[in-house]
């Protein structure tokens, strides 16, 4: 006499095993389809972690509306600024929009969240005096002068950010030409011209230190700036620098690398440039992230009614 299997039913998956899948599932999604930059895919990954901490053994699939409202106000209650808690919320936004792609959800619940109002804060420039004194701050004596000096000029130059400056190769500058190619957000390339000053300081640091840097180490690394050990220079380290020749000739302790961006593009567009050409070497793909330079120096907006307007 045949005896009869049981069909066992498959266990039905653990919240935290279905939550670490779809976490790493995402990041993948966001490198290779959506070709995000290393650093996005790790501030997605992190809002997510924060996200499934607030969901707990809830199920996903079963939150309703008002439920997923609490969370906004769970992320006030953790005391984030209203810019981290709007971030917290896109991140999110993508998220159920991948899941509905995956087929995992129906409906995108989270569309319907809505993101605190923010003041535009007027970013912190430095006057043109404050730029000068802070090139000039690494002096010889100072270990990898010549790689800070030309690590202040590229970025002042530049503006690029300092993911941008720390991820440059060799091959991306252009000297003789006179420009450099920085590799933005999203894969995303663009020409910058180089002045005279950040030529000449980048070319003494390859002339001179660099290939020094580059031979402490078995394989030569293909990045521009190189830490003492021959190896790409961390952009935390570029803050830890900048800070320190900052508390040097006296500049607020609050500059960082940033700094030097917003103080490249207000002193473009104080200087009479176009505004989308300051947005083209920002690598901004909006002009309103790019228009908020334009409440930043004053004075080049009364030269500009006194030359033009006919009671001025």
Not at 269 to 275: K, P
């Amino acid at each position: 006499m045949k005896r009869l299997r049981k069909k066992i039913k498959p266990r039905r998956e653990s919240a935290d095993r279905e939550a670490s899948r779809w976490q790493e599932d995402f990041a993948d999604y966001l490198r290779s389809e959506c070709h995000l930059a290393a650093n996005t895919v790790e501030a997605y990954s992190r809002d997510l972690a924060r996200f499934y901490e607030w969901l707990g053994s809830r199920r996903l699939q079963q939150l309703s509306v008002g439920e997923l409202a609490g969370y906004p106000a769970w992320l006030t209650e953790l005391s984030l600024a209203p810019k981290s808690v709007t971030r917290h919320i896109a991140s999110l936004k993508v998220f159920f929009r991948y899941l509905q792609l995956e087929g995992a959800l129906t409906d995108n619940q989270a569309e319907l969240l809505s993101s605190p109002k923010l003041w535009q804060r007027v970013p912190q420039v430095l006057s043109e005096k404050q730029v000068d004194l802070l090139l000039a701050a690494p002096r010889r004596g100072d270990p990898c002068w010549q790689r800070d000096r030309a690590i202040l000029e590229l970025l002042y130059a530049t503006g690029c950010r300092v993911s941008e400056l720390c991820n440059l190769r060799s091959r991306d500058l252009h000297l003789k030409e006179r420009y450099c190619i920085c590799h933005g957000k999203g894969e995303k390339q663009r020409i910058v011209p180089l002045g005279t000053r950040a030529i000449a300081a980048v070319g003494s640091y390859l002339e001179n230190e660099r290939p020094q840097l580059a031979t402490r180490r078995g394989q030569v690394s293909e990045q521009l700036i190189l830490s003492p050990r021959g190896q790409g220079l961390r952009r935390e380290r570029v803050w830890e620098l900048i800070k320190k020749y900052a508390t040097r000739v006296g500049i607020p302790h609050e500059i960082s690398p940033h700094s030097l961006r917003h103080s490249f593009a207000t002193h473009l567009l104080a200087g009479g440039a176009d505004l989308r050409q300051v947005q083209e070497m920002l690598g901004h793909a909006s002009i309103a992230t790019t228009q908020i330079y334009t409440h930043v120096d004053h004075t080049r907006l009364k030269k500009v009614h006194e030359t033009f307007h006919p009671r001025a």
